[in-house]
């Protein structure tokens, strides 16, 4: 055999190593290596055995996805594009803030539930990542961006807001979200981890169990009418399921709110009617709202709501005491986007305007 070592989790690497006839504290000291070091060569694991090292040389191997092009943007946005094989690419986009470092991350090439604003969903699907390119895409911009002055990592909270519906590649995306958690490996908090999620409510409910970190949902419509057409996930699960499961969600939640993101659509979604009748929808369930401007991209049917309307929209929201931002658009001279990456990786030719999406949560 030869395995990828990033495709395993802490308890993971455990087996694997018990498996070689290892002791289990020489898989957290290759963890180590790994995932806080960034190392991926074994003869640079000084502390390990030769023996061991010759082992691991021969049964497995430390493989992230190779990064194919990394842009810096004016803001200090930073887009890296990576190869998964087979002409596939997914984006993974560093957001800096003067309080952290925020890594937008992929977990699916292409995404297959079809949301009528998204460029990912109308690429269709491809496959599901693996977790060695999930947490490869961590690994990868860590070794990129490294360490402040003080020592700390560049990159303090990571979001799954990138290519894909997460919940749909569960068990993948949970062994990586443990990497991300493990002090082993990434060592950070669960408040720092978001999950976006377009409302797959089995599957919030096996978060919580399993994984419970910081939730966001796509909620984007406030009857099941309208959300039925822009996040068709929708016709299966309606919105009083989703309600119901975010408040399930909270009583495991790293934080004590859920964040609601909501696509601003000219003219779609974006009146003051609109807004009133989210409040009445949510008013059951403590949350924040993340405003996003549209990001068109070729042949969508929609466009951004006026900078106007979606202020009034804020302002409605935040009159009755619901924490509202919008998200600044930032990296546009990198094509940098958060939430919709895939129009430039299946068409690397097809050049646009998409500014990143930001402010993801407070
Ligand atoms: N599949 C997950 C996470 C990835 S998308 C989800 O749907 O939540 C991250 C966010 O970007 C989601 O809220 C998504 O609805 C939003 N998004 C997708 N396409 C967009 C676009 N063209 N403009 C603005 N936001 C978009
Ligand atoms: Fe998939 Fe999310 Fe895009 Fe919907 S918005 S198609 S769930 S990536």
Redesign the pocket.
């Known amino acids: 055999m030869s395995v990828n070592l990033l495709d395993y989790d802490g308890p993971g690497l455990t087996a694997l190593f018990a498996a070689l006839g290892e002791k289990a504290f020489r898989a957290t000291q290759v963890e180590r290596w790994i995932h806080r070091f960034g190392q991926d060569d074994f003869n640079g694991m000084t502390d390990i055995a030769k023996s061991l090292r010759q082992k691991l040389l021969a049964e497995a191997f430390i493989q992230p996805p190779p990064v194919i092009s990394d842009k810096l943007s004016d803001d200090g946005t930073r887009k890296f594009l990576m190869d998964v094989g087979n002409g596939n690419a997914i984006e993974t986009v560093f957001i800096p803030e003067d309080s952290r470092g925020t890594l937008c991350i992929s977990s699916q090439a292409g995404?297959a539930?079809d949301?009528s604003?998204?460029?990912?969903g109308k690429q269709g699907f491809n496959r599901n990542l693996t977790v060695a390119e999930i947490v490869g895409q961590l690994w990868q911009a860590n070794r990129a961006l490294g360490r402040d002055p003080k020592g700390e990592r560049i990159i303090s909270n990571v979001v799954?807001?990138?290519?894909?519906?997460?919940l749909a590649n569960f068990d993948n995306v949970v062994s990586a979200l443990h990497l991300m958690l493990d002090d082993n490996a990434y060592g950070l908090s669960r408040r720092r981890v978001t999950v976006?999620?377009?409302g797959i409510v089995p599957a919030i409910d096996r978060l919580r169990e399993v994984c419970p970190v910081a939730l966001?949902?796509?909620l984007?419509a406030a009857t099941d009418r309208l959300r039925d057409e822009l996040v068709p996930i929708n016709r299966k699960y309606p919105l009083a399921e989703l309600m119901a499961a975010c408040q399930r969600y909270l009583k495991n939640a790293p934080r004590d709110f859920v964040t609601f993101?909501y696509?601003m659509l000219d003219g779609v979604n974006d009146s003051e009617a609109d807004a009133r009748s989210l409040i009445q929808l949510v008013r059951d369930v403590p949350c924040k709202f993340n405003l996003?401007?549209?990001?068109?991209?070729p042949k969508?049917p929609y466009r951004r709501s006026p900078s106007e309307r979606i202020r009034r929209f804020a302002d409605i929201l935040m009159s009755v005491g619901i924490i509202t931002t919008t998200r600044k658009t930032r990296g546009d001279d990198i094509d940098a986007a958060?939430?919709?990456l895939a129009g430039q990786v299946r068409d690397k030719s097809r050049r646009h305007r998409t500014p990143t999406?930001m402010e993801v949560s407070s």
């Open positions: 995404c539930l949301c604003f998204c460029s990912t799954m807001m990138g290519m894909g519906e997460p976006s999620t377009s966001a949902v796509s984007h993101e696509v996003i401007p549209f990001n068109p991209f969508s958060c939430g919709q999406l």
